[in-house]
């Protein structure tokens, strides 16, 4: 059985933590402070009934993933995150990918209370779970967390030049994590040497 705020809350919030792009009208950008992209990306994700993401990652990270004691450092390049949430009826499908991490790759599905989890490295089968609907994997309670999270003073986003969306133009903002801010992301996970 997987915990879900081990699985989804990380990739939601890393999602929108690591968000790169808020879509503006047909009209070049208004926006330079990086810190009001973010905050007005959340706030209309939040007042929003569905929201589309894409996030990519790229640089590397240093963990003890075998539990050694000794950390390695896995290259994040290709590592993307896709997601559609349906903030109205609580439902979401979250795909990820970290070719770096022998292909690892995860396709998470919330449907009301249930959530149906494949992960690459346990096998091509979906596994199920219930929660109650305090979870703090709620999309709409991760998006608080999100929105926490970025208000840190260690969270200093930069603006990155606009770029294209469809027939739209779109802000791209770029968040470099600390050890520190990374483990804030995940609490319970053991991030030594990151």
């Known amino acids: 059985m997987y915990r879900r705020r081990s699985v989804i809350l990380p990739s939601a919030l890393v999602i929108v933590a690591l968000l790169v792009a808020a879509c503006g009208g047909s009209s070049a950008p208004a926006l330079t402070d990086p810190s009001e992209i973010l905050t007005k990306a959340v706030t209309a994700m939040q007042n929003g009934k569905s ?4 996030a990519s990652v790229d640089g590397t990270f240093k963990a003890d993933l075998t539990g ?3 950390s390695s450092e896995l290259n994040l390049a290709g590592t993307n995150l896709k997601g559609d ?3 109205a009826a609580k439902n979401a499908h979250v795909t990820a990918a970290v070719p770096a991490f022998l ?3 995860a396709d998470i599905i919330i449907v009301g209370g249930d959530t149906y989890t494949k992960v690459s ?3 091509d089968k979906y596994q199920k779970s219930t929660t109650t609907s305090t979870d703090p994997t709620d ?5 608080k967390e999100v ?3 970025l208000k840190k003073p260690e ?3 930069v603006k990155k030049d606009d770029t294209s969306c469809g027939s739209k133009r779109c802000y791209q903002v770029e968040l470099s994590l600390s050890a520190d801010a990374l483990k804030s992301l995940v609490p319970d996970q053991d991030l030594q040497g990151a």
């Open 155 to 157: 969270i200093k986003p």
């Open 103 to 105: 292909g690892l790759t």
């Open 85 to 87: 949430l349906d903030l």
């Open 51 to 54: 929201v589309h993401l894409e």
């Open 121 to 123: 490295l346990s096998g």
């Open 147 to 149: 929105e926490t999270f």
């Open 68 to 70: 050694t004691g000794q």
């Open 139 to 143: 999309p709409a309670v991760a998006l």
